[in-house]
């Protein structure tokens, strides 16, 4: 079991930067792989970003590629979305999660923990 507290959300101006932090606490967090996803109302959750145990492979959706960047800090438990370029599209909840064990992870039902999400809103 994982607990995942999400921060650092909040109102930006289009082109702006945020940094969202994930805290975990629980069982080991280098053997989770850790993700970031986000969600409009009405629609699904969307993939955004995702990281291995060990931050040596990252992967992202074409939409933020380039402008976002997911890593983390094992000895800190806590993994982070670094938000750059900031559009009004990028608008939505933020959510992030955990998967216990290896394998690649970019879908919601590839992750057993969420977080309980950090809205983040872009002005245009």
């Known amino acids: 079991q994982v607990q995942l507290v999400e921060s650092g959300g909040g109102l930006v101006q289009t082109g702006g930067s945020l940094r969202l932090s994930c805290a975990a606490s629980g069982r080991t967090f280098g053997d989770y792989n850790m993700g970031w996803f986000h969600q409009t109302p009405g629609k699904e959750r969307e993939f955004v970003a995702a990281?291995?145990?060990?931050?040596?492979?990252?992967y992202y959706a074409d939409s933020v590629k380039g402008r976002f960047t997911i890593s983390r800090d094992n000895a800190k438990n806590t993994v982070y979305l670094q938000m750059n370029s900031l559009k009004p599209e990028d608008t939505a909840v933020y959510y992030c999660a955990a998967r216990y064990g290896s394998g690649t992870a970019l879908t919601t039902r590839d992750y057993n923990y969420w977080g309980q999400g950090t809205q983040v809103t872009v002005s245009s």
């Open positions: 990281i291995s145990r060990s931050g040596g492979s990252t």
